[in-house]
Nanobody, 123 residues
Framework: QMHLVESGGGLVQAGGSLRLSCAAS?????MGWFRQAPGKEREFVAA????????YYADSVKGRVTISRDNAKNTVYLQMNSLKSDDTAVYYCAGRSRASSGAPQVQQFYDYWGQGTQVTVSS
């Protein structure tokens, strides 16, 4: 059973930055980040293929967020800059256990999920 552990969340002022990390207990393929704000559905943020060659971003974060990964450490990162109050949410890491085509923006694409880390942006 794969385990994903997020870290790096916290309280930050609007305009600030945070870097989230997600450490996997084993090898993963496509990795993604999703977030869920209070009273809202979980939504896609970003995804990265296993070799880092392809990345995907939600329009709401494009230009402010960068996803990257270090396969030697089985870790994926989410660098978030110019944070806004709308970015306040619990951020979840997700991982896929096999290499195959599909839609990394969709929650059902992933096999494993972390417990989430809270990001709060104060205005």
């Amino acid at each position: 059973q794969m385990h994903l552990v997020e870290s790096g969340g916290g309280l930050v002022q609007a305009g600030g930055s945070l870097r989230l990390s997600c450490a996997a207990s084993g090898r993963t393929y496509t990795m993604g980040w999703f977030r869920q704000a209070p009273g809202k559905e979980r939504e896609f943020v970003a995804a990265i293929f296993w070799n880092g060659g392809h990345t995907y971003y939600a329009d709401s974060v494009k230009g402010r967020v960068t996803i990257s990964r270090d396969n030697a450490k089985n870790t994926v990162y989410l660098q978030m800059n110019s944070l806004k109050s709308d970015d306040t949410a619990v951020y979840y890491c997700a991982g896929r256990s096999r290499a195959s085509s599909g839609a990394p923006q969709v929650q059902q694409f992933y096999d494993y999920w972390g417990q989430g880390t809270q990001v709060t942006v104060s205005s």
